[in-house]
T-cell receptor, first 114, second 107 residues
Framework: ETGVTQSPTHLIKTRGQQVTLRCSSQ?????VSWYQQALGQGPQFIFQ???????GRGNFPPRFSGLQFPNYSSELNVNALELDDSALYLC?????????????FGPGTRLTVT | DAKTTQPPSMDCAEGRAANLPCNHS???????VYWYRQIHSQGPQYIIH???NNETNEMASLIITEDRKSSTLILPHATLRDTAVYYC????????FGAGTRLTVKP
């Protein structure tokens, strides 16, 4: 158990819709990163938030956006869903920005876009 | 562009050492090598990381070649619970996971 939780566990959406995924970090962890993991592939970095500000972004379009709140929770929002957005979405929290060895991952949210 | 190359799959007998190789021939001088693993239906789990010296912790050992172009993760006494996908990652500004090595530990 990493102390990082995500909700919902599974989600089915239709192409063109919008979705919000939620993550609750470990208490005291002010950095959260989000990853997309397609079936059979490794996780791909979407972006990182540090103290409620975006602090780095991978190769994902602007329709992927996020929010981080002072209570150690965060959200990943995806607009105009596409079929290729179907994946496992993982969040990972850490105590400091850039501490890649101290990332604690949640179990993920599996999103299916039909 | 994961910057690392790993075999897609490996088998290991329970109780034996599992040696997982990784090539990272384009690694830069200040880039660390990280290893994570992902057990089925769970999020990735940090194992170990290193820059140029060999490292050991309670989970594994990391051997990095002198030229830093390759490394080996060693699980000294593999158990069935070590069956997972193991990712070797060269940290740039973000964590770029490749496809990893699927390690199957067999009884």
């Amino acid at each position: 158990e990493t102390g990082v939780t995500q909700s919902p566990t599974h989600l089915i959406k239709t192409r063109g819709q919008q979705v919000t995924l939620r993550c609750s970090s470990q208490s005291g962890h002010n950095t959260v990163s989000w990853y997309q993991q397609a079936l059979g592939q490794g996780p791909q970095f979407i972006f990182q938030y540090y103290r409620e500000e975006e602090n780095g972004r991978g190769n994902f379009p602007p329709r992927f956006s996020g929010l981080q709140f002072p209570n150690y929770s965060s959200e990943l929002n995806v607009n105009a869903l596409e079929l290729d957005d179907s994946a496992l979405y993982l969040c990972a929290s850490s105590a400091t920005s850039g501490s890649w060895d101290e990332q604690y991952f949640g179990p993920g949210t599996r999103l299916t876009v039909t | 562009d994961a910057k690392t190359t790993q075999p897609p799959s490996m088998d290991c007998a329970e109780g034996r050492a599992a040696n997982l190789p990784c090539n990272h021939s384009t690694i830069s001088g200040n880039e660390y090598v990280y290893w994570y693993r992902q057990i089925h239906s769970q999020g990735p789990q940090y194992i170990i990381h290193g820059l140029k010296n060999n490292e050991t912790n309670e989970m594994a050992s990391l051997i990095i070649t002198e030229d830093r172009k390759s490394s080996t993760l060693i699980l000294p006494h593999a158990t069935l619970r070590d069956t997972a996908v193991y990712y070797c990652i060269v940290r740039v500004d973000d964590m770029r996971f490749g496809a990893g090595t699927r390690l199957t530990v067999k009884p």
